[in-house]
């Protein structure tokens, strides 16, 4: 019960707005991974490391907490510039050694998120399904390194 508890504590402090600001990938900071426009709508996604959300935000990093990373993504209609929150969100990443994750992104504050494992240095391919409220599939891919 305590972990779900600590889970849901560090869910709702990575949902918090963070200032974003210019930097390489290399420090895993808060800044756009990637952006595309795909059928309308732009997609934003933001990769951080698990450590550097908790500390800019003054936290320590709880102890027992395996995943390294916490990707989000944010969508906007192009034509009207408004966020888009209603839908569906599923991320698969493809790990360095040619494993796994997919994880379904939790809807907050605006973008959708999840926490997943980057430990090891490499390129991580990211692939993003999402159903938006209009009803259509789409879907977005890139390639995240971490060093």
Known sequence: MNKLVLLAAVI???SLPLSV???DHSTHASTAAHEEVVDGVKATFKVQTMA????AMGMEMPKGVA??????????DVK????????????KVQNP???VQTKDLVGMHGHFGADF????????GVMCKFLLKDGRSRQAKFWYTVQ
């Open 12 to 14: 709702a402090a990575l």
């Open 117 to 124: 494992v980057l430990s090891k240095s490499g390129k991580y």
């Open 21 to 23: 600001h210019a930097v």
């Open 97 to 99: 050694d040619k494993s």
């Open 52 to 55: 550097a959300a908790m500390k």
């Open 80 to 91: 009207s510039g408004e966020g888009l929150t209603e839908g569906t969100v599923a991320i």
């Open 67 to 76: 995943e390294t990373h916490h990707i989000s993504v944010s969508f906007k």
